[in-house]
């Protein structure tokens, strides 16, 4: 089976600029997550989606990170504006329900000058 | 804040030896235990999922659980250089926060020849 794709692998900004990033889960798994992760810490859950609906976000610092998952399949997760802290690796990964495995894709690096 | 606490690291252990990491939770509901590896640069992959009290084996790898003592190990027998790596305790949470992720900050591990 294919696995979590992700896009775009690196992407280097100025603060204050958008950026966005894709991701398209595996077929059939319903929950999909959007982790962040610092250099020598584990991952940290932004948003988890069941379906379309997202289910857990209270992590997500809503004044300039927003995310959506039209369809219950493909997400994107939007920061605007960026500021230099959130320069670290973007984790989506998705399962097929909340209790099972993620599968993780290959993250985006982002780095915010 | 859930927990999920691993021993610091990192871990150096010989070719063919035993490698013994350590990880303990906060939430005592919990049910979903998972190992993820993460190469340098790389994004986690599932080497073990346990559910259950006990152990269980898979290859070179044996997972044990302790639920009443909050508790979950993974031993890595005849330890190779290709298992050099960090490797992250991950513990689903059943209390408020239904169904998150938790991941510790992980141990790195290095296998020398």
């Known amino acids: 089976e294919a696995g979590v794709v992700q896009s775009p692998r690196y992407k280097i900004i100025e603060k204050k600029q958008p950026v966005a990033f894709w991701c398209n889960p595996i077929s059939g798994h319903n929950t999909l997550y959007w982790y962040l992760q610092n250099l020598g810490q584990g991952p940290e859950l932004l948003i988890r989606?069941?379906?379309?609906?997202?289910?857990?976000d209270s992590q997500l610092p809503k004044d300039r990170f927003s995310a959506e998952r039209l369809k219950g399949v493909d997400s994107t997760l939007k920061i605007q504006p960026a500021e230099l802290g959130d320069s670290a690796v973007y984790l989506c990964?998705?399962?097929?329900?909340?209790?099972?495995?993620?599968?993780f894709g290959n993250g985006t690096r982002l780095t915010v000058t | 804040q859930k927990e999920v606490e691993q021993n610091s690291g990192p871990l150096s252990v010989p070719e063919g030896a035993i490698a013994s990491l350590n990880c303990t939770y906060s939430?005592?509901?919990?049910?979903?235990f998972f190992w993820y590896r993460q190469y340098s640069g790389k994004s986690p992959e599932l080497i073990m999922s346990i559910y259950s009290n006990g152990d269980k084996e898979d290859g070179r790898f044996t997972a044990q659980l302790n639920k009443a003592s909050q508790y979950v190990s993974l031993l890595i027998r005849d330890s190779q250089p290709s298992d050099s790596a960090t490797y992250l305790c991950a513990v689903v949470d059943r209390g408020s926060t239904l169904g998150r992720l938790y991941f510790g900050r992980g141990t790195q591990l290095t296998v020398w020849p």
């Open positions: 989606y069941e379906n379309e609906e997202a289910v857990d």
């Open positions: 939430d005592r509901g919990s049910q979903s």
């Open positions: 990964a998705s399962s097929f329900d909340r209790e099972s495995p993620l599968h």
